[in-house]
Nanobody, 124 residues
Framework: VQLQASGGGLVQPGGSLRLSCAAS????????IGWFRQAPGKEREGVSC??????YYADSVKGRFTISRDNAKNTVYLQMNSLKPDDSAVYYC????????????????????WGQGTLVTVSS
């Protein structure tokens, strides 16, 4: 299984970006794919996850970020709107080899495969 994250860049506060996570290998459309981020000097944190059609979000991004999945392309997207400087980080996508339920999506150890990360910088 391989994951390729892309779509990061420099954006002004209030702007938008769409991240993509292209998966290859055995990744059924019900398997969980999540987005995590890590800012300099901070711990990695869960951002969002889609698992068996259910979506999950960290409180800090609810209402601003939307996760979706194109099964035909085996790609998961993270639409990020109303970006803030605090959203600046390296964003990683990862897949668990199964379905994640409830708050388990937030636990990085449940994800077996990780992409290489894409940098998001929100700054004026």
């Amino acid at each position: 299984v391989q994951l390729q994250a892309s779509g990061g860049g420099l954006v002004q506060p209030g702007g938008s970006l769409r991240l993509s996570c292209a998966a290859s290998g055995f990744t059924p459309d019900y398997y969980a794919i999540g987005w995590f981020r890590q800012a300099p000097g901070k711990e990695r944190e869960g951002v969002s996850c889609i698992s068996d059609g259910r979506t999950y979000y960290a409180d800090s991004v609810k209402g601003r970020f939307t996760i979706s999945r194109d099964n035909a392309k085996n790609t998961v997207y993270l639409q990020m709107n109303s970006l803030k400087p605090d959203d600046s980080a390296v964003y990683y996508c990862a897949t668990a080899q199964g379905i994640l339920y409830g708050s388990s999506w937030y636990i990085a150890e449940f994800y077996e495969y990780w992409g290489q990360g894409t940098l998001v910088t929100v700054s004026s």
